[in-house]
């Protein structure tokens, strides 16, 4: 199996979102009103996965609506995220680097993909879902569904991102992995599986990809960088400390595997764009 790591835009946050290791009104304001020259700047990844059944996309990173001319535009990003979420992420994406954009220059099509994976639904995860509607399949946890329309995490999911695209919502079932022995498997054989990493968002996934005695762990937010899971540190956004910190933990057992490859987070700087073969 072949993995292709792609930065699909940048996001420029406070130093509380990947390691706030607390979920309160003081970090939430750091977040939103952390000056420019103060923030992080982060990739936001996504991955073309190589796999015997055909092409697999797990996440869709930014839009150009976001950035039309490449560069940080706010006007732009106001006029494409709310307000709040606008000042959160401070969101830009490169020439070339939309997800669209990386496929083509690949020779793949958007209808050349046999399923592209939702991990979860904040924007930096689906905002470029309408670049590659014309796959198969989209598939994403029926949690994660349920919860982004009934509860708290409406206000950072804007649903106009993605609502009327044509997703395929699947159920979690009963499983050894993950902190809630719960997981999707795409093929029925245990070589591309959604596993439950709750914490950032109820619903979340982290990708298994398991190719014969090897595997690699796509984390998606349970993790910012391998800091967290081998320090203990939750990331800042976040709305379950508990559940946060079981994802890490069983992140970590992962990651002590002998067969373990990689683990892979979505938004690590030390993660750079290429191919990965196991």
């Known amino acids: 199996m072949k993995l292709h790591v792609l930065h699909c835009g940048y996001i420029q ?33 996504a991955y073309l996965v190589e796999h015997p059944e055909g092409l697999i996309l797990v996440d869709t990173g930014w839009c150009r609506d976001i950035s ?27 020439a070339g680097m939309a997800v669209h954009e990386q496929l083509a220059a690949m020779g793949v099509r958007p209808e050349d993909l046999r399923c ?18 014309k796959a198969a399949r989209i598939v994403l946890p029926e949690d994660e569904y349920f919860w982004s329309c009934r509860s708290v995490y409406k206000a950072r999911q804007p649903q106009s991102l993605w609502l009327d695209q044509p ?30 990493v709750p914490g950032h968002t109820d619903g979340q996934a982290a990708i298994l990809l398991r190719s014969d005695s090897r595997f690699v762990l796509l984390a998606a937010d349970a ?5 967290n899971w081998r320090e203990g540190i939750t990331p800042g956004f976040g709305f379950d400390r508990g559940k946060q910190l ?4 069983w ?11 990689a683990v892979l987070c979505s938004h690590d700087p030390a993660v750079a764009p290429g191919e990965l073969v196991f």
């Open 13 to 45: 946050v406070s130093d509380t979102v990947p390691y706030g290791n607390s979920i309160d009104l003081r970090n939430t304001r750091r977040q939103l009103f952390t000056p420019v020259d103060e923030r992080l700047t982060l990739p936001v990844c």
């Open 68 to 94: 039309p001319n490449g560069v940080y535009d706010p006007k732009a990003v106001a006029r494409a995220l709310p307000a709040h979420i606008a000042s959160l992420f401070q969101p830009y994406l490169p």
């Open 116 to 133: 592209v994976l939702l991990t979860h639904l904040d924007p930096d995860h689906v905002a470029g879902l309408k670049h590659v509607a």
């Open 167 to 196: 997703i395929e919502r699947l159920y979690y079932r009963g499983s050894p992995l993950g902190p809630n022995r719960w997981a999707i498997d795409l093929f029925g054989d245990g070589s591309v599986q959604m596993v439950n």
């Open 223 to 227: 993790a910012y960088a391998p800091r």
């Open 246 to 249: 079981r994802s890490l933990q």
């Open 251 to 261: 992140i970590a057992s992962m990651a002590a595997e002998p067969g373990c490859a």
